[in-house]
């Protein structure tokens, strides 16, 4: 049963545009939800993360959107670029079991 | 200064073998963790420590047993290796159950080849 689910599985985006990844979720206990950015060969990197008392964040070219009632959450990337080629996957944490759980994960590709 | 350090970065080993991988980090996190990449890139926690202290332990087969002799150390040590155990395996800190503002800090992976 997959817990965090992620959509697309495959992104290709023109420089310039904007990048849209989302993601839902079942378990109401989550309290946490990070994105992570993986480029070939590296680990899982943080990008930014919201909880659920704010429906939106922004950092610089990044925002998630938050819809508790809905259950779902997305990774907006404004003005992409090349360099934002990468994996990104959701998660969702809770304070209570202490385990991150992720999604399936997405491939971006910007085009120059 | 690399925060979390996993070596060996390739590891190529035959059926029935034993092998481990360690991990290290120098960031004064509490909570540490193994997780598993497959070629699909899906990433499954298989084991979280804080503190020394085994606190989460998937359904993982026992051929894969943890130790954590500190809280800075997390080793990973497989049994029996199976041609299913290959894939990539990423060591996380944390302070922290889901890391707060600095979420988990990954290595750069293990990728291990099961032939």
């Known amino acids: 049963q997959q817990q965090v689910k992620q959509s697309p599985q495959s992104l290709i985006v023109q420089k310039g545009g904007i990048s849209i990844i989302n993601c839902a979720y079942e378990?109401?206990?989550?309290?946490?939800f990070p994105w992570y950015q993986q480029f070939p060969g590296k680990g899982p990197a943080l990008l930014i993360a919201i909880r659920p008392d704010v429906s939106e964040k922004k950092e610089g070219r990044f925002t998630i959107s938050f819809n508790k009632s809905a259950k779902q959450f997305s990774l907006h990337i404004m003005d992409s670029q090349p360099g934002d080629s990468a994996t990104y996957f959701c998660a969702c944490g809770s304070s209570n079991t202490g385990k991150l759980i992720f999604g399936q994960g997405t491939t971006l590709q910007v085009k120059p | 200064d690399t925060a979390v350090s996993q070596t060996p970065k390739y590891l190529v080993t035959q059926m029935g073998n034993d092998k481990s991988i360690k991990c290290e980090q120098n960031l004064g996190h509490d909570t540490m963790y193994w997780y598993k990449q497959d070629s699909k890139k899906f990433l499954k926690i298989m084991f979280s420590?804080?503190?020394?202290?085994?606190?989460i332990n998937e359904t993982v087969p026992n051929r894969f047993s943890p130790k954590s002799p500190d809280k800075a150390h997390l080793n990973l040590h497989i049994n029996s290796l199976e041609l299913g155990d290959s894939a990539v395996y990423f060591c996380?800190?944390?302070?922290?159950?889901?890391?707060?503002?600095?979420?988990?800090?990954f290595g750069s992976g293990t990728r291990l080849t099961v032939v």
């Open positions: 996380a800190s944390s302070q922290g159950e889901t890391g707060g503002a600095g979420g988990y800090t």
């Open positions: 420590y804080n503190n020394k202290e085994l606190i």
């Open positions: 378990n109401t206990a989550f309290d946490y």
